[in-house]
């Protein structure tokens, strides 16, 4: 099995001892889109002992422009990406521990979810789920490997527990935010993905293998303007996370949902979006459905779903009783 693995043992910054690391190492993959694509079958061949990926969404044909791990196949025998990325991956390196999880990360499960996991890489598309992941990471001591992209831009932040800042210390606050972009209202081009999470594979190589060169800044990169951005972050002083206190995975923020008794419609709460600009949203969202709005909601039918969203951030979702797919359309149409 060693050939398997000759180029990267003959570079010297790994070695076999830095081969044998990663065999003994465990990582779990948040989110399995375009990121965590390239992520999950760059670690995979690389040979990670454990691998283990986490998400909560279906294949559609608008995916396969940059996820590279899916194909049409996947769409016909409508499987979950977390189970298409299993079965291709099995297929690369019987040798690799793979589990796909098909599940919603929230402050109920996550901490269950990484047990075991010496690193976390994020391949998410939305800010509330990062804000766990730092909690989880910091409490118990796990590092993780921030990556973000949207459009023709991303980014990328180690974050070692008690080293480096933490998410909150960049991030301070996810109040007032209004509307974030999402791919679906800003799009996304391949290459933006794919040298976010190439640069979020080998920092984890690197952390995994225990290479004193580990990136400590915020790096930012848009292919499209061929632009190259090194930030250094600082420690915040009054950083909950920092001290301690996880108010995410206790559920002080976040997104509530409930289902709205009788009337095939889910409520989604999310006390985070500040009051939003309903005239700005309808420009997100007229190119993807049909849109009619007035100062006190909004009206989105897309598919067959219908929301109507309040300027408070509220919405509430139609033609489903299903909470988790009302809070994915949420984080897909309005951000979080
Ligand atoms: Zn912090």
Redesign the pocket.
């Known amino acids: 099995m060693i050939d398997r693995y000759s180029r990267q043992t003959i570079f010297s910054s790994i070695g076999e001892e830095g081969q044998r690391r990663l065999g003994n190492s465990c990582v779990v993959i948040i989110g399995c889109g375009a990121l965590g694509a390239i992520i999950a079958t760059s670690l995979v061949r690389a040979g990670v002992g454990k691998v283990r990926i986490i998400d909560r969404d279906f294949i559609e044909y608008h995916n396969l422009q940059r996820q590279v791990l899916f194909d049409e196949e996947d769409i016909k025998d409508e499987l979950p990406k977390a189970i298409a990325a299993e079965r291709h991956l099995r297929k690369v390196n019987s040798s690799v521990e793979i589990e796909g999880i098909v599940a919603d990360v929230n402050y109920t499960n996550i901490e269950r979810l990484v047990t075991g996991a010496n690193l976390i890489l994020d391949g998410l598309d939305n800010l509330e789920t990062r804000f766990l992941i730092n909690d989880a990471s910091l409490k118990h001591k796990i590092p993780w490997v921030y990556g973000g992209a949207i459009s023709s831009y991303g980014m990328t932040m180690n974050i070692i527990p008690r080293e480096t800042?933490?998410?909150?210390?960049l991030q301070a606050s996810p109040i007032s935010r209004g509307i974030a972009l999402t791919c679906d209202t800003a799009g996304v081009i391949s290459p933006a993905p794919f040298i976010i999470g190439s640069l979020q594979t080998t920092e984890a190589m690197k952390i995994l293998v225990g290479a004193g060169e580990i990136n400590r800044d915020l790096i930012m990169i848009d292919v499209w303007k061929d632009e190259f951005t090194r930030l250094k972050i600082g420690?915040?002083t009054d950083?909950p996370?920092?001290r301690g206190e996880y108010e995410f995975l206790e559920a002080r923020f976040g997104i509530r949902t409930a289902s709205l008794c009788g009337q095939n419609a889910v409520q989604v709460l999310n006390p985070e979006s500040g009051e939003i600009s309903l005239k700005t949203l309808a420009t997100h969202l007229e190119p993807l459905g049909e849109v009619s709005y007035n100062k006190f909601m909004l009206r989105f039918r897309v598919d067959s779903y219908e929301m109507v969203i309040f300027p408070d951030g509220r919405a509430i979702v139609k033609n489903t009783d299903d909470e988790s797919l009302a809070r994915g359309l949420y984080a897909k149409y309005i951000g979080m």
Do not use: N
Request: with cysteine; aromatic share 10%; glycine share 0%.
């Open positions: 800042p933490c998410f909150r210390c420690h915040r950083c996370a920092c």
